[in-house]
């Protein structure tokens, strides 16, 4: 193992962070396909919100109440 590789490990550090879009807590209510001349079809997520909150967020926000999504 590399010293860099047994730093990330000795640190716990993670690709990705806790955010929304990997929380058990996150929902978003509808999705809409839509159209755009540079992407083609894409879907598009609409009204995202919190379970625990019943707020409005996106998938890169956190909180102090996140919970870890499996898979």
């Known amino acids: 193992m590399s010293k860099q590789s047994e730093a990330k490990e000795k640190q716990g550090w993670r690709k990705k962070g806790p955010t929304c879009g990997n929380c058990q807590m996150f929902n978003w209510k509808d999705k809409t396909v839509d159209y755009g001349p540079a992407y ?18 996106v998938k890169s926000s956190w909180c102090q109440c996140h919970l870890w999504r499996e898979g």
């Open 40 to 57: 083609g079809l894409y879907v598009l997520e609409i009204n995202l919100r919190c379970k625990r909150g019943d707020f409005k967020t």
